[in-house]
Each structure stands twice: as structure tokens, then as C-alpha cells.
């Protein structure tokens, strides 16, 4: 009797076999976020030392997200093709 009170807590008790497992496995978890995360902290710092030092990088942002341009390139926009389920434009009825 005395052995079963002293097995049960050791199981299921709050610092029990169960309660181990969990924390393990959470450790685990946690240890994978973090290097997650520093791999992700590594790629921006790259980013960031590129954007301060990197011409052509900071020329490909220019480009992309302010839409400049050389001097004496020429820019060419194109509108979207209309899909096939947009109404077309009816014809002008003044005409036979």
C-alpha cells in the first residue's frame, strides 16, 4: 500500500513521469522555433547589410517599389488583359 502511494505521485504528480514528458517534448519544440527564428534573424541582417551597401540591391528596391528609372530609359505599362467574364462595351447604337 505504502509503495502504490508513493508510485502514484511519482507518475502523475506535478513533477511526475507525465509532467516530464511534456516539458520534454515542449523543450524540443522551443528549441526548434529558435533556430527557426535565427536562421530567419540571419537572412534579414543580410538584407539589411545589403540594402545599406549593395548598389544593385538598393537599385532592384528603387525599381520595384518607387518605379524609378534611368535617365533616357523608357518605361512601357501594360494593362491587364479583360478576362472573358467582364461585360464588353455594347456597340454604339447611333450606328447602323
Not at 509503495?3 to 504528480?13: A, E, K, M, T
Not at 525599381?63 to 534611368?70: F, K, N, P, Y
Amino acid at each position: 500500500m505504502v509503495g502504490l502511494y508513493l508510485l502514484v505521485p511519482l507518475i502523475v504528480g506535478d513533477m511526475g513521469l507525465v509532467k516530464y514528458f511534456k516539458m520534454r517534448k515542449t523543450y524540443h519544440h522551443l528549441q526548434q522555433e529558435i533556430q527557426q527564428l535565427s536562421e530567419d534573424n540571419q537572412k534579414i541582417e543580410e538584407e539589411i547589410r545589403a540594402l545599406r551597401s549593395d548598389p544593385v540591391k538598393i537599385e532592384q528596391l528603387a525599381r520595384a517599389r518607387l518605379g524609378l528609372v534611368r535617365p533616357g530609359e523608357v518605361v512601357y505599362q501594360f494593362e491587364p488583359a479583360a478576362s472573358a467574364d467582364s461585360p464588353k462595351k455594347p456597340a454604339d447604337a447611333s450606328r447602323p
